[in-house]
């Protein structure tokens, strides 16, 4: 059986490449809140950028969907957890005054992050 060449000049496959993306994706996403977290509206536009960006770059209907669904479930469950138990606050929520508006983008971008690292993790096992 013949091994694919790989055809990039760093080294790197395709692969590996959108791997890298997506972990630089994930380190923004999580230095936004660290650095905004008590500007709500600014850490939201930032991070919605940062989704604008992702999305532009994975281009697909089925991770659009997935950030939807992450970002909406994720946030309710927060919401549903923190309203009921208590468990935990934020320091300046803003949607019903349980958390804050990024926190849905933060989800969405997590449950993307995720889908989109496992598609590349399993093209590369699939090449083995």
């Known amino acids: 059986m ?16 959108n791997i890298i993306f997506n972990i630089g994706f994930s380190i923004v996403a999580i230095l936004i809140v660290i650095i ?7 850490t939201a536009i930032l991070e919605g950028l940062l989704t604008i960006v ?14 939807i669904l992450g970002g909406i ?3 309710l469950a927060e919401m549903l957890v923190i309203y009921t138990s ?7 929520p803003s949607i019903l005054n349980i958390i ?12 993307t992050y995720i889908y989109e690292t496992g598609k590349e993790l399993r ?3 699939k090449k083995k």
């Open 36 to 42: 905004f977290y008590n500007q709500i509206l600014l």
């Open 123 to 125: 093209k590369i096992y």
């Open 54 to 67: 992702g999305l532009l770059k994975w281009k697909s209907k089925v991770t659009l969907s997935i950030f």
């Open 100 to 111: 804050p508006l990024w926190l849905i983008f933060v989800w969405g971008n997590a449950a």
């Open 86 to 92: 208590g468990a935990w606050a934020y320091k300046m």
């Open 2 to 17: 013949k091994k694919k060449k790989n055809n990039s000049r760093s080294g790197f496959s395709k692969e590996w490449k």
């Open 73 to 75: 479930g994720g946030a």
